[in-house]
């Protein structure tokens, strides 16, 4: 009973605290932040399908998108803090078990409410994966060695946007929107699996939060009221808007307006996800000889300058050619993954002592503006590239803007 609790509460070292990021506990963490790629990009190509189905229209079926990105959010927000209260391997495993519940849930769906519904519960259960993930390797490491983690961890997490939607195209007429939902029930299974019996307690006893609400809320305000964290956490979240308003209207504008069939549209889709891995590898090396801030800033610039100029090109012609419009995406896609990495690096670097809490709120802002930017897209009703581009030029000036003027100026007067 004994061996049962502490394989319970610390892991499989059976008794040991993991000091260091293994190539397994690294590979695995990976694998659950992977959960938002994997439960929107493999259900991506289906969308048609969906609404064909409930005879429903685009921004209804974007609408089980919008819903587990701010389920994404909310359950950041519970699952940080109750990590750094209880430690990280047990709500890891609670919630691991949830999610693979309510992926069963979802293909059993009869209408678009009841999709919706379980869409939201796979969202807030699966959040567990990327904000513990993310509180792992900032246990574990830190400064330059953590910024190298996360690109290592941002290549990994890569590979689900590249294979998802390809697998997604391959089932899409065999199986249906329902067998792929299925097909991802089983990866949450894998996911739970892989948890369990690899991934162990990062945070020991004598490092967590004490106490009840009182210290939940002290964090809480130490967090928000780090205006240079708050910069970076709006940088992060609207340059990751630039992607999700490509993820979100992408599958409609693709496959309506330029006529590409499912399978096409999953390999142009994971053709523009093996962008972001060839960022992220530029940024692990990068990093090395440069500083994260600085590699921040250059990627930002050109995350800005391509996607408003997608939203330029496409406003003046309505439909550019496919070529222009997939080179200006994969530029911007390029430069977000060193956005991304580096803004994680900088923001969690600043609040070490509440990983958990700072990681919640940033997955929590990622997933708002990302759900956001789904919603906004098909804001008219229907999906259009023009819609598109627009939304992901103006989510691109945002992340510029919260970087000069709170990251930036936050440093010079600090």
């Avoid at 849930?105 to 969202?123: D, T, Y």
């Avoid at 600085?294 to 996607?307: D, E, K, Q, T, Y």
């Avoid at 789904?374 to 691109?396: D, F, K, P």
Wanted: with cysteine; glycine share 12%; aromatic share 6%.
């Amino acid at each position: 009973m004994a061996d049962v609790r502490q394989w319970w509460e610390l892991g499989p070292a059976a008794g040991a605290v993991a000091l260091t990021l293994s190539p397994a506990v690294l590979a695995t963490i990976a694998l659950l932040g992977a959960v938002a790629p994997l439960a929107t990009d493999l259900y991506l190509p289906v969308f048609p399908q969906v609404a064909a189905e409930f005879g429903t229209s685009s921004a209804s079926v974007q609408l089980t998108l919008t819903v587990f990105m701010i389920g994404m959010g909310i359950g950041q927000l519970c699952w940080g803090p109750i990590s750094d209260r209880f430690g990280r391997r047990r709500p890891l495993i609670i919630a691991g078990a949830l999610f693979v519940v309510a992926s069963v849930i979802a293909p059993m769906s009869g209408s678009i409410g009841v999709l919706v519904a379980a869409r939201f519960l796979q969202g807030f259960t699966g959040s567990v994966g990327p904000v513990l993930g993310r509180a792992i390797a900032r246990d574990l490491a830190h400064g330059v060695e953590l910024a190298k983690a996360l690109s290592v961890l941002g290549i990994i997490t890569g590979l689900a946007p590249i294979a998802a939607p390809v697998l997604g195209g391959v089932l899409a007429e065999p199986v249906g929107w329902r067998g792929i939902l299925w097909v991802l029930a089983g990866i949450s299974v894998v996911m739970l699996a892989c948890a369990a019996s690899i991934v162990g307690e990062s945070l020991p006893a004598g490092r967590r939060v004490s106490g009840g609400l009182g210290d939940v809320g002290r964090s809480i305000r130490t967090v928000l009221t780090d205006r240079v964290f708050v910069g970076y956490v709006l940088t992060q979240a609207f340059g990751l808007g630039v992607l999700f308003a490509f993820i979100s209207g992408s599958s409609f504008v693709l496959q309506t307006e330029y006529g590409l069939g499912s399978l096409h549209y999953s390999l142009l889709f994971a053709l523009n996800a093996l962008v972001l891995i060839v960022g992220g590898l530029l940024n692990n090396r990068l990093v090395v000889r440069h500083s994260p801030k600085r590699i921040l800033v250059i990627g930002l610039l050109v995350s800005v300058v391509a996607a408003v100029a997608a939203a330029t090109i496409t406003g003046a012609m309505g439909h550019p050619p496919l070529w222009v419009l997939l080179f200006l995406v994969a530029l911007a896609s390029a430069c977000n993954a060193p956005v991304l990495a580096n803004t994680t690096t900088l923001g969690l670097d600043r609040h070490g002592a509440n990983a958990g809490m700072a990681s919640a709120v940033m997955g929590a802002v990622q997933s708002a503006v990302a759900g956001g930017v789904a919603q906004l897209v098909a804001i008219t009703g229907q999906t259009s590239a023009v819609s598109m581009t627009l939304v992901m030029g103006g989510s691109a000036v945002a992340a510029g803007a919260a970087y000069l003027f709170l990251c930036r100026r936050g440093d010079a007067t600090a």
